[in-house]
């Protein structure tokens, strides 16, 4: 006799092995847990539906996973209605890392020291500038570099600031204004 699912295609299991050993849902930040488990299901090649299935094991802990075995994404083996679910359950509670104050707060920080002064210092200042740069535009605290520039200008020593615009001037980097004043380029 012959078998009924012979010529049917197998619907073979994919298992999702994220980089990250560690990678757990531990009721936090759900955007970035959706985001790094969604890269690892596409690395691997997993289905949806294995997302669904697989994503209780990336829980961390039991209260979690009974709270999303209860969601209708998951029982009906939907990832789109699951992560919509999940978001709505536990998205919001993600806290706002920095704000424009913060930049603020790093540029009064080097002026009570003095300016930037150093290589060392502006290294320093700049690595700090960057992240909270970065993040303030992504989340659109701030909508582009160029109101950052201030910020980023008035952290050096006052003898690096005339040096700096100094060098501005000369290069043609600065735009002068209608009443005389210069105005800072933008950072790029």
Known sequence: MADPTAGQPVNRRVKIKPQDRSLKFTGTRIEAFLREYELAADLDGASQEDMVLQVTSFLGSEDLKDAVWDMGGYTSKSWPALKEQMIERWGQVDVVRYTVADLQALKDSWIAKGGISTLEGYRLFKSTFDVILSYLIRYKHLSSEDLSVDYF???????????????????????KTLDGRYLLPALK
């Open 153 to 175: 200008f008035f952290a050096f020593s006052l003898g690096f600031q005339q040096r700096i615009k100094s060098y501005l001037i000369k290069e043609k980097k600065m735009l």
